[in-house]
């Protein structure tokens, strides 16, 4: 078989041979051979790879406009950004998320792939730099140091919205189902103890709204992303960029993206705070906390089906035992606890990176991005199969419920008002000596007929404030 077809690509430390046809170049190659560390590669994240053709985008233009780029490198830079956009060449960007250099590699893949492919559109080929260069045409104005940290926030802005809208559609879910079983009655519990009466709706009312709390603070998270340092180069004085550079750049991010997009107001300060992640991580982080709470309860008030709690039941998605015939497990909210988990286990890494800053910059922002995109992706997905394959599915144990309810000795709690605390003492006590259920023994005592009592017990009485007061004791014990 014939040789593959190579070229010969030099840097500061040499020359190296490489495919022909590679869209990526020497710098790319060098970050692919030293970073082989995670299975994250960049091609695996489309919304990265889209930052950083916004942001090459937007820097084309203020470069053109100060005559840096010609007419044609400054159009083929564009249509190489377009087709980054659209979702082509990503397979190009071969490197690992996480590496050192403080994103180098990452931003000299984007800057090699793009020229490469904006060569081709000259009609010349990939590494003929002398008609346009990676360097000093696509990255021309520019420092890692703000087109990497500004791509970040261009391909999260876009990531967290995402995530914005799939907390929404659970958030609904979980009314639907509170809609559908707003008539079950159900004991409420306090410590894993019995507790007071309430409704299924009422429980999936709660989950709803716990997460609909969080929304507007994961929105106001994700808009943070829309202040960048572009214009900042190596350290935010803008050094190797022509006056009004980052003002042009910027504004052009802002009519490319359609996003309201600013400057930073002090771009040294800028370019090593990273604090934006590290708030878009914890917002993702408050909200894998509340979804794990979700799933714990679910997991616990479907248990059974016969020797548990058993209030409702979870699909069946799958068997759930290799040696039990018939079991069945929660494996939906199981799995999604795990990536509840790993949410809270990324945002303690991007924490603990975002701490590193020193001096002008901070070197560990590629394993902060990884870990908010990875974060980021895995909420989506746990959620949509959430959604689909256990919340939309669950259906009520009415009968086990009112079995619990009629069980339970804590409903004296809500009679005592009805039939006083003398009363309610006496059908507590008795109730835990013989085991017999306090909707029993009320009516065994005659201390209320049945019409009143079930009026007293009605799910609308029984979980939130109501005037009773035409209804007496029968007797006293």
């Not at 809500?414 to 306090?438: D, Q, V």
């Amino acid at each position: 078989m014939a040789n593959k077809q190579m070229r010969t690509e030099g840097d500061l430390l040499g020359d190296r041979q490489l495919p022909a046809d590679a869209l990526y170049g020497v710098q790319t190659l060098r970050g692919m051979e030293n970073f082989q560390i995670s299975n994250f590669k960049l091609s695996q994240c489309a919304y990265f790879i889209k930052g950083l053709a916004y942001t090459k985008w937007g820097a084309a233009v203020a470069n053109h406009s100060e005559g840096i780029l010609t007419d044609e490198q400054y159009e083929a830079i564009v249509f190489a950004c377009k087709e980054l956009i659209a979702g082509k060449h990503h397979d190009a960007f071969a490197v690992d998320m996480i590496q050192g250099g403080a994103g180098t590699t990452t931003n000299m893949a984007a800057n090699e792939v793009i020229c490469n492919i904006a060569l081709q559109k000259m009609g010349h080929q990939p590494g003929e730099y002398k008609y346009l260069a990676p360097n000093d045409g696509v990255n021309a104005s520019q420092s890692t140091n703000d087109a990497y940290p500004t791509a970040i926030h261009l391909g999260l802005y876009p990531k967290g919205l995402e995530v914005y809208k799939h907390i929404e559609q659970l958030v609904a879910a979980l009314r639907a189902k509170a809609e559908e079983m707003k008539h079950v009655l159900k004991i409420g519990r306090t410590q894993l103890q019995d507790a007071v009466p309430m409704t299924l709706g009422q429980t999936f009312h709660g989950f709803a709204s716990i997460l609909e709390e969080e929304l507007p603070r994961l929105k106001s998270a994700c808009e943070e992303f829309l202040t960048v340092n572009m214009g900042a180069t190596a350290i935010g004085t803008g050094i190797a960029s022509e006056p009004g550079y980052a003002e042009a750049c910027v504004k052009a991010l802002a009519e490319i993206t359609g996003w309201p997009v600013q400057l930073s107001a002090d771009l040294v300060g800028a370019t090593s705070d990273t604090s934006v992640m590290i708030g878009y991580s914890s917002a993702l982080r408050r909200i894998a906390v509340k979804i794990n709470k979700i799933c714990n309860d679910i997991r616990l008030l479907s248990s059974g089906p016969r020797a548990g709690i058993g209030e409702f039941n979870v699909p069946a998605v799958q068997p759930g035992s290799s040696i039990m015939p018939g079991k069945v497990n929660p494996v939906i909210p199981e799995v999604m606890s795990q990536v509840c988990y790993k949410v809270m286990g990324n945002d303690t890494t991007v924490l603990m990176a975002g701490d590193a800053a020193q001096m002008e910059l901070n070197a560990m922002e590629p394993v902060m991005a990884q870990c908010c995109f990875e974060s980021s992706d895995l909420m989506m997905r746990g959620i949509t199969t959430l959604i689909e394959r256990c919340i939309t599915g669950i259906t009520p144990n009415e009968e086990r419920c009112r079995q619990q309810i009629e069980a339970s000795i804590t409903i004296v709690t809500a009679l005592n008002p009805i039939i006083g605390y003398k009363n309610s003492t006496k059908i507590a006590k008795e109730a835990l000596e013989t085991g017999k259920g306090i909707y029993e023994l009320v009516l065994e005592h005659g201390i209320l007929d049945k019409k009143d009592l079930d009026e007293v017990m009605d799910p609308k009485h029984m979980t939130q404030p109501s005037k009773l007061d035409h209804i007496k004791p029968k007797k006293q014990l």
